[in-house]
């Protein structure tokens, strides 16, 4: 049938997972209105870094859905695929995990060590979109 999308057992997969833990920001997104209502006390800056890691969670789940689709239609293999498959959702973890961590407990104003997540994050987001973006520009 034309016009019908194909989805590789990998991006069937990868999606229903990604899928899912759109439930668990939507909780995220519950508890960012207890700390905006005061039921939460934090300092401002923990504030600012729920509300980016809230952010780019969600961002980041539906740009990686995307990539999903796009994966299955270039012809990478080997490391350039994996990049292409797996390096953005990779970043939706790491990227709100770097900002929730980092500024996890009481009283903090700065962000702690675990802030090299978001750093970790911010490398995967890159190799996943310019592996994806590359392959689908030779294609």
Known sequence: MEGTLELSRETRLTAGILLLTIVFIEYGGLFLLRILRGSV????????????????????????LVCQVLADAVGLSGLPQVLAR???????????????LSSAGKGATSPNRLIVLLYAGIVSLGAGVVSLGVGLLVS
């Open 86 to 100: 797996e390096g953005v959702p990779v970043a939706a973890i790491l990227i709100p995990a770097g900002f929730f």
């Open 41 to 64: 006390p934090m300092t401002p800056s923990q504030q600012a870094f729920a509300r980016a890691g809230h952010a780019h969670a969600g961002v980041l789940v539906i740009l990686a």
